[in-house]
């Protein structure tokens, strides 16, 4: 078993029926069958019902204070486990370690920002585009290049986004430059991931990650305070106290982004990224489903074909060797 499970409290279980499914259930064959698949997929639906979650609290919170509760209580689970078995590590780059947290934070900013003005699906596709431009982004570093399929499934994906972002499209224009955005500053955040780890206790990066989901936000409550407000919704909102009857959902928002990272992290020690990454693209279909349910129109044609094509590209590009592998290899 990976020894990152143990991090987490997971101990070693035997399975004491060893005979193969008949392939009678489906879930039940994928998981004795294709565990680290079977984990993916649940990674898929925990952060498409976070997504959901907050589109559902939207309406009573800013995206700056979802964004806060989630990483928040996120934090509850992380800094336990760290606890209970002190990373052993290298270290040596803090300023990368910071540099992680902000953009990471900075992803997750606008992530929400779409999530709480557009459609799940269309937010969650322009988040999960990152593969696109992080192939680009290793195209320019020394020794690496991309052949003419690569540049073609590239360029496939631009096409998608460009179908999604057209000016006339079905959301004012800001939307769509967050969007994209979002899916650049999550490209910059795995590129930097893949350095750090070779220097610190996975534990530590995603704690890096949270810590600047809660301070970050707390600046911008401030900021707001002070007078930074019209216009600058993107990065400053007012804290509103949570309502009572709110704070299980609150609670279910940090609890799914938690479960999504901790099931990511558990495939990702049994299986290789690329593989895996194409698979977690289920999050789209799983966050139109969610979002149709909670009142989102479904996309047009025009917008759909642009989806389609962001995740054949996304699935194309996961699959690269060229792009880095962010999970844990076999131990």
């Known amino acids: 078993m990976p020894g990152f499970l143990t991090d987490w409290g997971f101990k070693r279980v035997r399975s004491k029926n060893k005979k193969p499914s008949l392939g009678i259930n489906l879930i039940n064959d994928l998981k004795q069958k294709r565990p680290a698949g079977f984990m993916i997929l649940l990674t898929a639906m925990s952060f498409a019902l976070m997504g959901g979650t907050a589109k559902y609290l939207s309406k009573d919170y800013s995206a700056i204070e979802l964004v806060f509760f989630r990483n928040l209580i996120g934090l509850l689970f992380i800094v336990p486990a760290l606890i209970r078995k002190p990373p052993i590590q290298k270290g040596g780059l803090p300023g990368l370690l910071v540099f992680r947290g902000l953009i990471g934070t900075a992803a997750l900013y606008l992530l929400f920002y779409n999530i709480t003005h557009i459609g799940l699906g269309e937010a969650n596709t322009y988040n999960l585009a990152y593969p696109i431009y992080l192939a680009v982004f290793t195209a320019f570093i020394p020794g690496q290049r991309l052949n003419l399929k690569e540049w073609i499934s590239v360029g496939v994906g631009f096409l998608g986004i460009v179908l999604i972002f057209r000016p006339e ?56 305070q002070m007078g930074l407000r019209e216009g600058w919704e993107v990065i ?28 990511l992290t558990i495939a990702l020690g049994w299986d290789k990224a690329g593989r895996l990454g194409a698979l977690n693209y289920v999050q789209v279909i799983f966050a139109l489903g969610i979002g149709t349910l909670l009142g989102d129109p479904f996309p047009s044609w025009i917008v759909f074909t642009g989806m389609l094509l962001v995740i054949l590209s996304g699935v194309l590009n996961v699959r690269r060797s060229k792009v880095p592998e962010v999970g844990h290899k076999r131990q």
Do not use: E
């Open 236 to 263: 400053t909102s007012d804290f509103v106290v949570p309502k009572f009857d709110n704070l299980f959902l609150l609670l279910l928002l940090g609890g799914f982004a938690a479960m999504g990272q901790l099931f």
């Open 169 to 224: 499209g079905d959301y004012p224009i800001q939307y769509h430059l967050a969007g994209v955005g979002c899916g650049l500053f999550a490209a910059m955040a795995l590129l930097s991931i893949g350095k750090l780890r070779q220097f610190y206790d996975s534990r530590v990066i995603v704690l890096s990650f949270m810590s600047g989901g809660v301070v970050l936000p707390l600046i911008s409550f401030l900021l707001y």
